[in-house]
């Protein structure tokens, strides 16, 4: 896996992928950016949420549920001190389906975080990662 990142100006950059996928990214204000796209380590996080997203529907496709949509929140805490690796990442996910089987569910999610996930092994080697999930119903209108 091969990607680039090429500095634009001031502290904006462009993440060019292997894929051929690209994105900029940009400093705050503070440290000379003009906050025209997300932070590096903003990166890191949805990095790891798009991550165990995709092992977490392709789990559930796999057996057969009824998956409808798949959001992860995530809250990080990071250190203090340099370097300000993260310290807490909570990742919450919001399933939503018809009659979604709960444990099949929570199955998925630590499938993914224990045994999948690459970006979540990473990162949880530096910072404790917690998981917690709700389940929506679809909502049929008309219905």
């Known amino acids: 896996m091969k990607t680039r990142v090429k500095w634009v100006q001031d502290m904006m950059f462009v993440g ?3 894929s051929g996928h690209a994105i900029v990214m940009d400093g ?24 165990s997203a995709i092992d977490v529907v392709m789990i559930l496709k796999r057996g057969r549920e009824a998956i409808t949509d ?15 690796v993260f310290t807490q990442i909570k990742l919450h ?8 089987d709960r444990n099949k569910v929570d199955r ?3 499938l993914s975080a224990e045994k999948y996930c690459s970006a979540s092994a990473m990162l949880g080697a530096v910072a ?6 709700e389940l929506r119903e679809v909502v049929t209108v008309g219905a």
Not at 28 to 51: K, Q, S, T, W, Y
């Open 16 to 18: 060019e992928t292997g």
């Open 28 to 51: 705050a204000p503070d440290i000379g950016g003009r906050n025209l796209g997300p932070r590096p380590m903003e990166m890191l996080l949805v990095g790891l949420g798009g991550c």
């Open 70 to 84: 798949c959001v992860v929140d995530i809250d990080a805490e990071r250190s203090t001190t340099e370097p300000k």
């Open 93 to 100: 996910y919001i399933v939503t389906g018809h009659q979604l």
């Open 108 to 110: 998925a999610i630590k």
């Open 128 to 133: 404790t990662i917690t998981h917690d999930f």
